[in-house]
C-alpha cells in the first residue's frame, strides 16, 4: 500500500496494479472512498484537501484512495465515470454511493454520514466487551474499533486497534501507534508492540539457519495466520534450546507477541510464566 506524500496514514495512492487489493480487499475491513481526479481538475484541487482533511479526522472510519484517471484510465471505465472528480464508496467489495463534482465540506460530511452508517450497522460495542470478539472475529473486531475511535480518539483504542492490525500484519499498525505521545499510559506499552513487524521481517530468511531458523520462520508463519499458541510454543522453545540463535531473537520475538497480544489475553500470562520459569 503507497501512502501519498505528505498525507495522513488514511490516505493512499491507487493504480490499477494494487486496486484489487487496496480497495477491493480492503473494503471487506473498512469503506473506502475512491477519489478519481487529474492534476488537470482544478476543481479536483478544491475536493481533494476536503477529503483528505476528512480521512484524517475520522481516523480510519474510511479509508480515501485516489486515483489520478490520466494514469490509470482502466480504473475509470470501471467505475463508468463522465466527469472528474468523482467520488465512490466502496463498501464490502460493492458500490454502494457516489457524488460527481466539488462538493463544499458540508456536503461532503452530510454524504459521508449518508452512507457510513451502512457500513458500520452493527452497533460498535464499549471497546472493553470486544475482548470476544478479538478471538472469534479479529476483523469485524478491528472494525468496530475504528467506528469507536472516530467517536473517542484516545491513545487506549488506537492501541487497542493497532495491536489488532498488527496481528494481521497490517502496514497501518505503525503509523497509528506512532501517534501515541510519550507520556501517555499507552505509550510504554505501544513502544513494546512496534518490534513486533520486526519479527515478520526477520523470519523471511531465517528458514534455511537450521533448526532454530526454521522454528523461528514457522513461528512467523504462525502469528500471521492467527495461531498465536503455535506460534508463542515455537518461540519458547527456540529460547530453551539456543539463546544464541540471532543474538537470543526466540525471546525477543516471544516478548514482542506477548505485548501485541495484551496483558488481558490469557496466552500472554501463560506464555510469560513459562519464559520466566525457563530464565530464572
Not at 531465517?206 to 513461528?219: L, R, T, V
Amino acid at each position: 500500500m503507497q501512502q501519498t506524500a505528505g498525507a495522513p496514514a488514511y490516505v493512499i495512492d491507487v493504480n490499477t496494479e494494487n486496486f484489487q487489493r487496496d480497495v477491493v480487499e480492503r473494503s471487506r475491513q473498512q469503506p473506502v472512498v475512491v477519489d478519481l481526479w487529474a492534476p488537470w481538475c482544478q476543481p479536483c484541487r478544491t475536493l481533494g484537501p476536503i477529503l483528505e482533511r476528512l480521512a484524517a479526522e475520522a481516523r480510519g472510519a474510511w479509508l480515501l484512495a485516489k486515483v489520478n484517471v490520466d494514469q490509470n484510465p482502466q480504473i475509470s471505465q470501471m467505475f463508468g465515470v463522465q466527469g472528474i472528480p468523482a467520488v465512490k464508496a466502496v463498501w464490502q467489495e460493492r458500490l454502494v454511493d457516489e457524488f460527481t463534482g466539488a462538493l463544499p465540506e458540508s456536503q461532503v460530511r452530510a454524504w459521508l454520514k449518508r452512507f457510513l452508517p451502512a457500513a458500520t450497522a452493527a452497533p460498535a460495542a464499549p471497546a472493553e466487551d470486544l475482548a470476544a470478539l478479538e478471538a472469534s472475529d479479529p476483523r469485524e473486531a478491528a472494525a468496530r474499533y475504528r467506528v469507536l475511535l472516530a467517536e473517542q480518539p484516545t491513545d487506549e483504542l488506537r492501541l487497542a486497534l493497532g495491536r489488532l492490525l498488527l496481528l494481521q500484519g497490517s502496514d497501518e499498525a505503525l503509523a497509528l501507534l506512532g501517534e501515541i505521545a510519550p507520556g501517555s499510559p499507552a505509550h510504554s506499552r505501544a513502544q513494546g508492540m512496534l518490534s513486533f513487524p520486526e519479527f515478520f521481517l526477520a523470519a523471511t530468511d531465517a528458514a534455511a539457519e537450521g533448526p532454530s531458523g526454521a522454528a523461528y520462520a514457522q513461528a512467523a508463519a504462525d502469528a500471521r495466520a492467527g495461531r498465536h499458541a503455535e506460534a508463542a510454543q515455537a518461540l519458547l522453545g527456540i529460547v530453551a534450546r539456543d539463546r544464541g540463535f540471532r543474538a537470543d531473537a526466540g525471546r525477543k520475538a516471544l516478548l514482542a507477541l506477548l505485548a501485541t497480544l495484551g496483558d488481558e489475553n490469557p496466552l500472554a500470562s501463560e506464555y510469560r510464566r513459562k519464559l520466566s520459569a525457563l530464565l530464572f
